[in-house]
């Protein structure tokens, strides 16, 4: 453990990302206080959660295997399925923090309502409670499945106009029995609540309507869980990607083939959706496409090529704000496209006590992606890792932008688009070349201790 004072360190959240950034924070004597808005940790994963930040529905089950979503340090129960119920991932959230003795390092009940730099550069976290604290380090874990994106249609509508973040199940919070439903987007919240509620005896008319097609993607093939799969590092990353797209086309078939529209896109050109049941439903003629919705009028709703569906709701699967509220700086949130450029999914150019965690989408699993991210963290914050220039910042930033608008069509859901094990690759060979940084700066501390301990209501 290091011996020499070190950043005080103030975590937003104790979603799956907060609480392991926490457990490497502990690991390495860090000092830190973790914030959190409700009475539990899991964020997202928390039915119901009281802070009315989850996006939890009823009969959710995560869409990455239980053999790819574990911490390195505390892996997934033997007796789980393949893809565990959000109530399984939750109580492994609770055993995963009272397991490494985290639980009375996170203050509970307590929400981030500002956090802005002082004149010496040091954090001043104020809370709900009336707490104020200054900090050396601020980590951002907060999370970006909990701002709805609700589209703005022209018009007036009679029924109810909704996101898929309120619905809880087909009778939670509206009783959607007989009723003419429309659910707007494919993606894998929209697949999943479009298979539940369009079988017969929910929907009187089922409607999916979205811009464009997507691929639905297996979680299975050949039996096996299909995400265990992965391309060999040494393989041209985009001669994989085409070997991917021509298995999926050979043995998934075409979209069409189901009654979908055709993609404008190949396979992963987007954020994958998959299913092994939307398709079955699809195919069995319980729902029927549209595309996007132009106007509401009354109990009308009317699609873009030109038809016309009587409705009494318009659930809306349609995404989330990347949002940081806590923030008053215009440079530290993300724009309207929701485009926040950081090097490493991380860190601001220019601003050296400030990471954001988990702020990705990453193929296939986000659960542990922060994990990662918190071992360079870590290494920083004990000056054993050092930032490359800005200049080198920069130019990373802007490669990595060109990278991922050449894989994916443009859109704000592909913003944080990346894939996990190139990205892990990439951040081991970073973390080395900052260490020979940080060994020619004799392993000083990036960011010293500065800030006192000192509760001011």
Avoid at 92 to 99: I, L, S, T
Avoid at 176 to 186: A, F, H, L, P, S
Avoid at 397 to 402: L, S, Y
Wanted: aromatic share 12%.
């Amino acid at each position: 453990m290091d011996t020499r004072e070190l950043p005080r360190v103030c975590v937003i959240g104790a979603g799956p990302s907060g609480i392991t950034v926490a457990k490497r924070l502990a690991e390495y004597g860090i000092p830190f206080d973790c914030y959190e808005a409700s009475d539990e940790v899991g964020g997202n994963w928390y039915f119901k959660n009281p802070n009315g930040m989850s996006a939890c529905y009823q009969s959710l089950h995560i869409d990455t295997s239980k053999f790819r979503l574990a911490f390195e340090d505390y892996p997934a129960p033997d007796e789980w399925p393949d893809f565990p119920h959000h109530s399984q991932l939750h109580q492994y959230f609770q055993d995963y923090v009272d397991h490494f003795g985290i639980r009375d390092r996170i203050i509970f009940n307590t929400k981030v309502i500002e956090a802005k730099r002082d004149a010496e550069g040091l954090w001043v976290i104020t809370t709900d409670t009336g707490r104020t604290e200054t900090y050396d380090v601020l980590l951002v874990c907060n999370g970006h499945h909990w701002d709805p994106r609700m589209p703005d249609y022209p018009g007036e509508f009679d029924g109810v106009l909704m996101h898929s973040h309120a619905y809880n199940d087909p009778f939670d919070p509206i009783d959607m029995r007989g009723k003419r439903i429309v659910v707007v987007g494919m993606g894998n919240s929209g697949l999943d609540i479009a298979t539940e509620l369009s079988q017969r005896f929910i929907a009187s008319k089922f409607y999916l309507s979205a811009r464009r097609g997507v691929w639905v993607l297996p979680k299975y093939v050949n039996g096996q869980v299909g995400d265990k799969r992965s391309m060999p590092a040494w393989m041209p990353p985009k001669l994989g990607l085409k070997l991917k797209q021509r298995f999926v086309v050979k043995n998934r078939g075409h979209m069409e083939d189901y009654g979908l529209p055709k993609p404008d896109h190949l396979p992963f050109e987007a954020h994958p959706s998959a299913s092994e049941e939307f398709l079955h439903r699809a195919g069995c003629g319980d729902i029927t496409f549209k595309p996007a919705i132009t106007r509401l009028d009354g109990d009308k709703v009317h699609f873009a090529d030109g038809s016309v569906e009587e409705a009494d709701v318009v659930l809306c699967a349609t995404g989330y704000h990347i949002s940081f509220p806590f923030f008053t700086d215009s440079e530290l949130v993300p724009d309207a496209r929701n485009r926040l450029p950081l090097f490493k999914q991380m860190v601001k150019p220019g601003i050296d006590n400030l990471f954001y965690l988990g702020l990705a989408q990453p193929l296939p699993t986000l659960v542990n992606f922060a994990e990662q991210q918190s071992k360079l963290v870590a290494a920083y914050l004990t000056g054993n890792y050092r930032l490359p220039s800005q200049t080198e910042m920069l130019e990373t930033v802007a490669q990595a932008e060109q990278t991922r608008t050449g894989r994916y069509y443009d859109s704000p859901r592909h913003t944080i688009q990346i894939e996990f094990e190139p990205y892990v690759r990439d951040l081991q060979r970073e973390m080395a070349r900052g260490a020979k940084r940080a060994a020619t700066y004799g392993h000083a501390l990036p960011v010293p201790a500065r800030a006192v301990s000192e509760v001011r209501n």
